[in-house]
Nanobody, 115 residues
């Protein structure tokens, strides 16, 4: 089974940047889509960014123009570049991979943005 391991979270000041990484291990034949989601305390898990195998990308309105989703196939890794961070971005961020008819989640990484 594929495992997703996340890294890159931490504490940053408002206006700062972070890059989250999600590395996959295991056998993957075909990736359909990848994405990043986040969940703040007491709130539901919401979509942040999604990239499909067809090249389409989708971003939550709250992060458009600030966040960028990307991948490096050679490293089996997806990224979320987060710029101009705001306190409202504080949440646990989860990576997600849809592949071979399956869906896997990372363990989550905490992002805290101070004012």
């Amino acid at each position: 089974q594929v495992q997703l391991v996340e890294s890159g979270g931490g504490l940053v000041q408002a206006g700062g940047s972070l890059r989250l990484s999600c590395t996959a291990s295991g056998s993957i034949l075909s990736i359909n889509a990848m994405g990043w989601f986040r969940q703040a305390p007491g709130k539901q898990r919401d979509m942040v960014a999604i990239a499909t195998s067809g090249g389409s990308t989708y971003y939550a309105d709250s992060v458009k123009g600030r966040f960028t989703i990307s991948r490096d196939n050679a490293k089996n890794t997806m990224y979320l570049q987060m710029n101009s961070l705001k306190p409202d971005d504080t949440a646990v961020y989860y990576c997600n991979l849809n592949y071979d008819g399956q869906n896997s989640w990372g363990q989550g990484t905490q992002v805290t943005v101070s004012s």
